[in-house]
């Protein structure tokens, strides 16, 4: 990137980070634009019509991936716009990615036992009981610590999307785990002497390297499939989905749903439950006639 380019995007970095966004969105952004600088060859000059390209080059990009490149480049250049660096903000002018309605991914109860009797070491065995437990996004897997726990209330406390601390109640099985588990730190510790915690990306992979030992192969589930597992467990058995939603924490119902599949056997369930009715064999158009 030109020297401009790169003090932009540094001083977008800071105006972020002013603002209090969750570290893992600074990154990504971060990261979407050096990409996008990187293959256009240009940042802080760029036109609408780069922009345009761009986002709708013709690669194997999930609709969703557009979206969030795209809030991304917006981000940016409404920044760029608002501080005097760009007399226009070509952002303005690029449309809505459309993208379909999210289908729930969850892993089924059987594959989440393959996972744990996978020969995955107790570390993430750990992670995946928190994951499905407690339905927490891999973010907030890595960063449990011992003073999240309140055995006495038996809740778990957490940092959700937008930097939004939360107690939620605390399953038996994770409340259990805590037992053996450090009290005074940091449950999945950093290895490099920093007393920090995993990365997320951590998680991720030592998630995915037991669901792959498990045999598990469809691309379709990942470590986040356990928070939809969590959520779709909890429907099948019954908890009203706006309970399901404040367990999720998230805002919009509408999210939720995404996150909550209903199995073949509650939807026959629900469509049995419709009174049967006598129906006549005949029309009784040709008796009316006769009475008539």
């Not at 998680?203 to 470590?223: E, F, S």
Request: proline letters at 4%.
């Amino acid at each position: 990137m030109q020297f401009q380019d790169t003090t932009a995007l540094e001083m977008f970095v800071d105006y972020q980070r002013a603002q209090n966004l969750a570290v893992t969105t600074i990154r990504n952004r971060r990261s979407i634009l050096t990409t996008f600088a990187r293959k256009t060859g240009t940042l802080v000059d760029c036109d609408v019509f780069t922009l345009r390209r761009y986002i709708g080059r013709a690669e194997d990009v999930s609709p969703g991936t557009r979206r969030t490149e795209r809030g991304a480049l917006i981000a940016f250049y409404t920044f760029l716009h608002d501080e005097g660096l760009r007399a226009d903000n070509p952002s303005t002018k690029l449309p809505v990615v459309r993208v379909p309605k999210g289908k729930p991914r969850p892993f089924t109860r059987e594959q989440i036992d393959a996972m744990l009797n996978s020969g995955a070491y107790s570390r993430t065995r750990a992670m995946i009981l928190v994951g499905y437990y407690q339905g927490f996004r891999v973010s907030s897997i890595a960063r449990v610590h011992g003073h999240d726990i309140d055995l006495a209330s038996m809740t778990i406390g957490t940092v959700v999307k937008g930097s939004k601390a939360v107690r939620l109640p605390l399953h038996e099985v994770v409340a259990e785990l805590s037992l053996t588990m450090p009290a005074d730190g940091y449950w999945f510790p950093a290895r490099d002497g920093s007393g920090g915690h995993v990365r997320s990306t951590s998680v991720t992979d030592l998630i995915t390297k037991a669901k792959v030992r498990a045999g598990i192969t469809d691309p379709k589930l990942t470590p986040h499939s356990l928070r939809h597992a969590f959520g779709t467990d909890l429907v099948e058995q019954g908890v009203d989905i706006r309970v399901v939603q404040e367990l999720l924490v998230h805002e919009n119902l509408s999210t939720t749903q995404i996150y909550t599949g209903v199995s073949e056997s509650r939807k026959s369930a629900g469509i049995a439950t419709l009174e049967t009715r006598s129906v006549p064999e005949r029309s009784g158009r040709g008796a009316a006639r006769i009475a008539a």
